[in-house]
């Protein structure tokens, strides 16, 4: 019977638990309603089907909020490496304030009080000597009139540092001689005079220190040549771009020799740095979509070595060090997959994986995920942990000894770095096989329709980001602990990072390229300039000199480079050369006003 009111009880059905006070208890909750049983099944079948789809509904809640905690974390993450600082020390300031001492009240830069280093000594920089007298008048006595005395003794001398630049021409006089009237030789000219000035570039009125500032400014100071041509033209020498576009590719063969020259050295070498960044060329090539190529830097102790190619494969390693003349090499570098099938490919390549980026991977699961931060905080401190043990083992290293043979502090330092990566690579290996086994039986769990435990510490995402990054730290665990055994391996590859820091300024400024023979270009001066570097080497003073035997060469390269091989130069020419080059500027009081002539 449907919707009939019974006052009767009805004891076989079962009774809601009462939880409020009788005197607020709702006005029908001691009457009975009696329903058919088909109605009371009907009832129950739809009870249980709604409060099955209500758990559904939970559980895809649940879910919608750890993605979208983990998109969040994501925006984060993109947001601190868009707009955040880019040093990990100004980044993870905020999130380190909370286990660190308060800070200091001491000021920043030097103390008042304490020693100062002095002023700056500059003996390589010429001094021109001027005066600056009374005016006639004030050489006597306003009262008497009588003439002061001089007296050189108590002359005053005060220095200021000028840089004056400016372009002017030099004009060369060449007296010109006749052939004496009672000369009867046939092999003596009519006229004699002396030979014109070496011309670097034939028929071009630029001499060897215009192509220098050129060079320098784009290469070695990532300047704009636009930009340099504007300061020229405020000085009153006009210059076209496309004059010095065709003058940089007519000079570029006189380089090949001297990046051969580097290239040989440095496949002689055991120990390399590795690294690539994007660089741009602005031409369409068959068969490659867009622009984008990729400038590769390989460092060794005593070469940089820049190439260009349109490829990021692992080839254009695997090209650079078919040369290698050693049977067993160390390549330092990041998890790039290039490397390791470069290394796979090569038996005689060991890669040596770098701690910064290790280190990095912690600080963004720590600044994505809060609930990591502590984790990744601690991580960072081991990974510091190791970075000084192996500093204080290194005091104590002695390159001439083998590692066995090391004094008994060196074995201390290095025992207690051994034991400290024992335990990193244990902790990991416990989080990581934790990690599976109760994803494994979350997954158990879920499919026989049962919650996961309540209490949990980290959420999903949180737990995936974790095992993540731990694994990809036993992953690469040989290549991690490969200095353990060779002490003159870095721990990072900063100083492949720091190399490329030059040219990828000069790529924010100029943009890149526009034809392939420039991109070429540049990474052979890249090569040049900062090899010289490397060696102490002022490069202004070695590019005039080279150059400048270039130029009295007919414009072609010397067929002996050895002079300007920094590895070949004996110590008082690689003294000289780390002095700034003698300036050959005129005297103001010798230069004179003169015409500027179109192309000049």
């Known amino acids: ?11 076989a059905l079962p009774q809601p638990a009462v939880c409020l006070d ?119 006595c306003p009262t008497c009139g009588l003439p002061h005395l001089r007296n050189p003794a108590m ?11 400016s372009a002017h021409i030099r004009r060369y006089a060449r007296p010109a001689y006749t052939r004496d009237p009672g000369c009867t030789c046939d092999d003596t000219p009519a006229i004699i005079t002396a030979p014109p000035p070496s011309r670097l570039i034939p028929r071009s009125d630029y001499s060897v220190s215009f192509w220098v500032e050129v060079i320098l400014g784009k290469y070695r100071y990532g300047q704009p040549t636009n930009r340099y041509l504007q300061d020229l033209r405020d000085q009153g020498l006009p210059v076209s771009p496309g004059t010095v576009a065709g003058g940089l590719q007519t000079l570029a063969p006189l380089f090949e020799p001297v990046l051969e020259a580097w290239y040989c050295k440095q496949m002689t070498e055991q120990l390399f740095h590795n690294d690539e960044t994007r660089w741009e060329v602005f031409v369409e090539i068959e068969g490659k979509v867009g622009t984008r190529w990729y400038l590769w830097v390989t460092r060794s102790p005593s070469v940089i070595f820049y190439c260009i190619d349109p490829s990021r494969s692992a080839a254009v390693p695997g090209a ?57 905080m601690e991580w960072k401190q081991r990974i510091g942990m190791l970075y000084h043990l192996n500093g204080l083992r290194l005091e104590h290293w002695n390159p001439e000894r083998p590692l066995a043979e090391q004094s008994e502090v060196f074995n201390q330092y290095h025992e207690a770095l051994k034991d400290a990566l024992q335990l990193m690579h244990d902790e990991a290996t416990r989080i990581v096989a934790t990690d599976t086994v109760g994803a494994q039986t979350s997954d158990s769990a879920n499919n026989e329709g049962q919650h996961s435990a309540p209490g949990a510490e980290l959420s999903k995402r949180a ?95 010397p067929e002996n480079i050895t002079p300007f091989l920094p590895w070949s130069m004996d110590e008082e020419r690689r003294e000289e050369l780390t002095r700034p080059y003698p300036s050959q500027a005129p005297p103001a009081s010798h230069t004179e006003s003169l015409p500027i002539q179109n192309g000049s």
């Open 22 to 140: 009788e005197r607020q208890q709702h006005p029908f909750s001691r009457e009975y309603v009696t329903i058919t049983k088909q109605e009371h099944i009907e009832l129950r079948h739809q009870a249980n089907y709604w409060e099955a789809q209500h758990a559904r509904v939970k559980m895809k809640n649940a879910e919608l909020e750890q993605a979208i905690l983990f998109k969040d974390a994501k925006i984060k993450e993109l947001q601190n490496r868009l707009f955040g600082k880019k040093s990990e020390k100004g980044a993870t300031a905020k999130s380190e304030k909370g286990n660190t001492a308060p800070e200091s009240s001491r000021n920043r830069g030097q103390q008042p009080g304490s020693r100062g280093h002095g002023r700056t000594h500059r003996p390589d920089l010429p001094v021109v000597h001027d005066e600056i007298d009374l005016p006639e008048d004030e050489k006597r």
């Open 463 to 557: 737990q995936t980001k974790q095992e993540k990054v731990l694994q990809s730290l036993l992953d690469h665990w040989s290549g991690l602990t490969l200095f353990v055994e060779h002490p003159e391996v870095p721990m990072d590859n900063n100083r492949a990072e720091s190399s490329i820091r030059n040219p990828v300024t000069g790529r924010k400024n100029y943009y890149g390229s526009s034809s392939i023979w420039s991109a070429q270009l540049a990474a052979m001066l890249f090569s040049i300039l900062q090899t010289l570097v490397l060696w102490g080497i002022n490069p202004r003073h070695w590019l005039m000199l080279y150059l400048q035997t270039c130029a009295e060469n007919g414009g072609r390269a």
């Open 155 to 165: 002359d005053e001398h005060s220095d200021v540092i000028e840089v004056e630049v």
């Open 320 to 376: 650079h060090f078919a040369g290698l003349q050693n049977d067993k090499v160390i390549i330092v570098c990041d998890r790039y997959s290039a490397y390791k099938k470069l290394a796979r490919l090569a038996a005689n390549i060991l890669l040596a994986f770098c701690w910064a980026h290790v280190r990095r991977d912690f600080l963004d699961a720590g600044r994505g995920f809060p609930e990591l931060e502590a984790w990744a």
């Open 1 to 11: 019977m449907d919707g009939i009111t019974n006052s009767h009880p009805a004891p």
